[in-house]
């Protein structure tokens, strides 16, 4: 078997740049590596439902949202197979078969359920831990095994939830024999990227903590953002030593500065190094700083949201895309599925002669 990628995002609003650099941008370079044979990207909206089970036109609404950002950072549907995840039957069933294989103190010891579980406050009052975000992780192992995915491209944060699924691979093999794929997950290679700061400084960019850059933000909300990240709090005046660590601008800068734009937006200056070095010996402002980052931020968005627009002019295309995505991975998914009904001797209806043959001997024996 070939390499085959999967993954994907909930569709519980616009992506950001949190996602672009964690995951996205390693979709498009397997889009370009022609070792891939196959690659699908999910919307994973049933999983959105988990913690928006009483808000079902917000993910209604977004799956063409997501859509669009995945279109407009150059996915391309021809060498890509983008599909939904609710109009996949297959992996519905596959996730009931696996929760058999998945103690709930395994669960519990999962970091991104406890992580994801603090965040949204299920454990405080009354609100109470619903069943379908507990089980998470064995959704997701449903959604790559089905696929028969080898490689996973996601960030950091995903790590456990890759372990937890390549568990559950292992125990169905040994219990019922060969039968699934086991996966690999592909991190971000520069350790920098596996995680992009808020625009507060909070570890983690999200669309609930009202800290993310999107992927399609105007000009004038982009720059009103930029102009306000969080820097170093004790850099008060330009003459003042800056800290690096811990500011949210040269953790930007970090990951989205190239030589090549000193050269275009601050001559000052030959490289990254070169602006650190002024920065923390004092004498460099941070509007300066932030200006900068800002012209770099805007040449990439600038030409998502063009590319986006020509999508928002087109939406009767976007829906013939989903709709060929997703009946293709229809036959992929229901291909693995029939496989572990084998496995898992259920496949009652695949042979007729067979099964009553075996009803035959297994009756005639217990006589």
């Not at 294989?101 to 970091?111: H, S």
């Not at 800290?243 to 275009?264: Q, Y």
Request: glycine fraction near 6%.
């Amino acid at each position: 078997m070939g390499k085959i990628s999967l993954t994907g995002d909930r569709p519980t609003g616009k992506l950001h740049l949190g996602h672009y650099v964690g995951s996205l941008r390693n979709r498009l370079a397997l889009q370009a590596d022609k070792s891939f044979d196959e690659i699908y990207v999910m919307l994973a909206d049933g999983q959105g439902l988990t913690d928006n089970f009483d808000n079902p036109m917000k993910i209604r609404d977004n799956i063409i949202q997501v859509t669009l950002d995945y279109l407009s950072i150059g996915i391309d549907p021809d060498r890509v197979t983008i599909c939904v995840q609710s109009a996949l039957p297959a992996l519905t069933e596959l996730t009931f078969y696996y929760m058999n294989l998945v103690t709930v103190p395994r669960l519990e010891r999962n970091p991104t359920v406890k992580n994801e579980i603090q965040l949204r406050g299920f454990n405080e009052g009354d609100a109470g831990l619903p069943v379908g975000f507990f089980t998470y992780p064995i959704s997701q192992a449903a959604d790559i095994t089905a696929f028969d995915a080898n490689v996973v491209p996601v960030g950091e944060d995903q790590k456990p939830m890759l372990e937890q699924c390549r568990e559950i691979v292992h125990k169905f093999n040994t219990v019922y024999g060969e039968t699934l794929v086991m996966p690999e997950i592909m991190l971000p290679k520069n350790e920098r990227e596996n995680r992009l700061k808020g625009t507060d400084g909070k570890e983690k960019m999200s669309k609930s903590l009202n800290n993310a850059i999107f992927l399609s933000e105007s000009k004038e909300t982009l720059k009103t953002k930029v102009m306000s990240m969080y820097t170093d709090a004790d850099h008060i005046n330009v003459s003042d030593p800056g800290k690096i660590e811990g500011n949210v601008v040269f953790s930007f800068l970090d990951v989205f500065c190239e030589d090549r734009h000193f050269a275009d937006y601050l001559n000052d200056y030959k490289n990254l190094d070169e602006m650190k070095e002024h920065y923390r010996k004092g004498g460099l402002g941070d509007v300066k700083c932030k200006k900068f980052l800002l012209a770099i931020l805007e040449e990439k968005i600038s030409k998502f949201r063009e590319e986006r627009a020509k999508w928002e002019n087109d939406l009767s295309s976007v829906y013939d895309i989903l709709l060929a995505g997703t009946n293709k991975a229809i036959k992929k998914t229901n291909a693995t599925c029939d496989r572990v009904r084998k496995a898992m001797k259920m496949d009652y209806f695949s042979d007729k002669d067979k099964i009553v043959s075996e009803w035959k001997t297994y009756i005639t024996d217990n006589k």
